[in-house]
Every structure is written in structure tokens, then in C-alpha cells.
């Protein structure tokens, strides 16, 4: 029976990598019209499913159906429906879709539900607009920060006026923190983004933490010159130290078993026959463990130090973003485990997530876990990006099943 439902869940991500705000690559990033467009067509098939359905205060798209009496605490499924730039279809989406799939089952099921089942697509996971990540399921977490409103996007829109833009109201964002005592958990589906699924050659496994991530933006600053007239001895060349830079970032993580990640590098001003007097770059770095990630910050910034000491340079960096590693709820992951076992899968892979996802807010607000599916090479936050039909079905039985032993534990 699975398999008209993973086609259509597969074409359903196809529509929505249809909403974007490039022409020739998916982009949809929080408090878009994008985005505005995506929460009305989730909506739809919410409603499609059987949910009743609201945008809360913080942008997330939501639906509900209730248990066998209204008002009981929900478990939430769901993900995030915002994307990086020139993404692939599926990170987020996919897992948004499988929660409707599965309500929409356990629903023509006529099963006695103890709790209430919610959908949330989550507004803004990866950050891309504004900076810091997770403002979708911070906000319902409940663990909001007043500062994030003056964040500004590549145009100067802070994000209290990309609210307003988008019809939200900042001073009624509490309106959508929950209360603990209204929730059970939270389930989420989404691709591994890595290869160890496909290299063991397996379609699912149990999540069992986070990776903890740090992002910052460090600026290598020296003198602007003439790239005639400057002799080297006399240079303070910022993109020559910002490069050695990157490289030693990349040797660090290596060393230390971390993951640092420059995704973004500016020279200025940007002549091609000017030495650059300044470079803004990106720092993203990330590890399971948070001390083995916060030992490998600090021996970026002394590289950082000797280098730019050694070039007459000068460094700084500024965090823009941090969520310490999470670990996913013992008796979830035993569900989720179950749930893979249902598929014909006896012993389930369990391993870490490389990649951040919105439970680490939600871990603020109860507790969670996660259910990997394979995809193709690893490849994500790429248009390659790849799942299987067969995939999709194992995905949605076992995400199916884990809800059901949820039922029977409850
Ligand atoms: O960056 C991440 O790991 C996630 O895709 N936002
Ligand atoms: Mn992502
Ligand atoms: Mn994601």
C-alpha cells in the first residue's frame, strides 16, 4: 500500500521545490512569498489529511488532529519546509510530507489515539536569511531571543520588519511557544545527509544525537594596496592570510575529529588589481561532543592569531549562531527502532547526526527523536539531492509503526 503514498509524497516535494525565488534553482528562505506560498500548499494537504490547521505566530504551518477526546497534549512530527540556496528537495520537505502521510494513515485507520497527532512545518531551520537558524522551532520551543529581531538580511530587512512584511505580529510571537505540559514528543523524518545508510546498504536508522554547531563570521583585515606597486615585503594582503586561514581550519577539524566549514568568503574591495585590505568569511564548525568542538574553536583562533601576527594582520569573529548537541530520547529512539524493524530491518543502524536539525530546539521544549532515510551519495544541500520511491515507503511504515508503539506505550 506504501507505494502510491511515497509517490505522492515524492511529487508533492517536487511542488514545492517549485516555490522559489530563483528561476533556475530551488530557494526559499523564512518570511519569503516563497514561504507564504509553501505554508498555504502544507496546508492544503493538511486539510487534505484530515488535520485541522493554523500558521502560528512564529510562521510555522501546524495542524492537528485530536486524540479520542479534543484537547489532549499531541505528539509532534514534522520538519522544516525553508531551504538553503540552490538546495535540493527533499532536506526538510520530505520529512514535513511524512508527517502528513502518516496522520493521514493513522487517521483512515479508526485507531484510539491516547495523545493528539500535530504537523509542524518548521519556517526557518537552516537560517540562510538571517543569519541564526532554527527561529521556526525556537519560537515554539518557547526559548526566543529579543535580539534576534534587529538580525537584518542581505537587504537591510530586519527580521522584526520580515515579520510585519509577512503579516505576523513580533509582540505576538509568545503566542506561539507551547507549553510542555501540551506536547509528548516530537518525531522527525528527514535524509541523512551522509553516506553511511548507502555505504552499509541499509534504507533507515535510529538517530541518536546531534552534532553541536558553532557559526561565526571572522573578518582578516590588513591594507588595501596597488597590486602594481605594492611590493610583497610591504603587504598586508587580508585574502592571503584569510586563505591560510581556511586551510588551517580544514587541518584542525581533521586533527581534532571535527567539522569546520568556511562557506563564505568575501575580499574587499573587490578589484581585481587591488590587494585586499579586508575579507569577511564564514566559520561553521561542528562535533558530537560539544568540548571536542569548542577545543578545536580555540586552536582556530590561536592559528588565526599566529597567522595574522605573522602578516601584520588583524582578526576578529563574531558568533551568529550556537545550539549545543542534543541526545535523542532513549524510549523515542526504542520506538523509532521498532518502527525500522517493522520494514524487515532486524537491527536497526543508530548513529549521530552530522547535520543540525530542528529538534535541537524542540529538545528545549520535550523530548525527540529522529528517523533517517538513505539518500543517493550523501548529496545534500545540493540540486542532486535523491531518494528513492522504495525508500520513501520503508520510511513511512516504520515512521507509521514507531507512532503505533508510541500508541501502545502511552
Ligand atoms: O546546517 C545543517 O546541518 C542543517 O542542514 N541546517
Ligand atoms: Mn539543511
Ligand atoms: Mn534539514
Redesign the pocket.
Known amino acids: 500500500m506504501s507505494a502510491p503514498e511515497a509517490a505522492l509524497i515524492l511529487e508533492r516535494c517536487n511542488d514545492l521545490a517549485g516555490l522559489s525565488s530563483q528561476p533556475d534553482r530551488l530557494e526559499r528562505v523564512h518570511l519569503s512569498p516563497e514561504h507564504r506560498a509553501a505554508n498555504d500548499l502544507v496546508a492544503r494537504w493538511m486539510t487534505e489529511a484530515g488535520l485541522s490547521t493554523w500558521q502560528d505566530a512564529a510562521g510555522n504551518q501546524c495542524g492537528r488532529l485530536e486524540g479520542s477526546t479534543p484537547g489532549l497534549p499531541a505528539l509532534l512530527l514534522g520538519s522544516h519546509i525553508d531551504t538553503?540556496p540552490d538546495a535540493g528537495r527533499y532536506?526538510g520537505m520530505l520529512g514535513v510530507l511524512l508527517a502528513i502521510a502518516v496522520v493521514d494513515r493513522l487517521r483512515g485507520s479508526g485507531i484510539v489515539l491516547p495523545f493528539a497527532l500535530e504537523v509542524v512545518a518548521f519556517s526557518d531551520?537552516?537560517?540562510t536569511r538571517f543569519g541564526t537558524?532554527l527561529l521556526g522551532s525556537r519560537a515554539l520551543a518557547g526559548t526566543w531571543n529579543e535580539e534576534w529581531w534587529q538580525l537584518t538580511d542581505k537587504d537591510g530587512i530586519t527580521l522584526a520588519e520580515a515579520f510585519q512584511d509577512f503579516g505576523l505580529d513580533p509582540a505576538r510571537l509568545p503566542g506561539a511557544f507551547r507549553r510542555s505540559e501540551s506536547v509528548i514528543g516530537y518525531l522527525e523524518a528527514h535524509i541523512e545527509?551522509g553516506m553511511q545508510l548507502e555505504d552499509a546498504d541499509r534504507r533507515l536508522a535510529v538517530v541518536t544525537s546531534i552534532a553541536g554547531?558553532r557559526r561565526f563570521a571572522l573578518t582578516v583585515t590588513g591594507t588595501a594596496g596597488h597590486a602594481g606597486g605594492t611590493p610583497f615585503d610591504r603587504r598586508r594582503d587580508a585574502l592571503v592570510g584569510a586563505s591560510e586561514l581556511v586551510v588551517a581550519i580544514e587541518r584542525l577539524s581533521k586533527e581534532t575529529g571535527t567539522i569546520g566549514t568556511v562557506g563564505r568568503l568575501q575580499a574587499f574591495p573587490g578589484g581585481v588589481n587591488v590587494i585586499p585590505g579586508r575579507v569577511e568569511l564564514s566559520l561553521?564548525l561542528?562535533a558530537e561532543f560539544d568540548a571536542d568542538r569548542d577545543d578545536c574553536l580555540e586552536r582556530i583562533r590561536t592559528a588565526a592569531e599566529e597567522i595574522c601576527t605573522r602578516r601584520r594582520l588583524s582578526f576578529a569573529a563574531t558568533e551568529t549562531y550556537r545550539a549545543d548537541a542534543v541526545t535523542c530520547d532513549p524510549g523515542l529512539q526504542a520506538a523509532i527502532g521498532a518502527g525500522i524493524r517493522s520494514t524487515g530491518d532486524a537491527d536497526p543502524l543508530a548513529f549521530w547526526s552530522?547535520?543540525?536539525?530542528d529538534g535541537v530546539a524542540v529538545s528545549a521544549l520535550t523530548r525527540f527523536a529522529m528517523l533517517f532515510l538513505r539518500c543517493r551519495g550523501g548529496v545534500?544541500?545540493h540540486p542532486d539531492e535523491h531518494v528513492t520511491a522504495a525508500d520513501v515507503a520503508a520510511a513511512l511504515d516504520a515512521y507509521e509503526a514507531a507512532v503505533r508503539q508510541l500508541v501502545s506505550e502511552y
Open positions: 538553503v532536506d531551520e537552516e537560517g537558524a545527509q554547531a561553521d561542528r552530522r547535520a543540525g536539525h545534500s544541500h
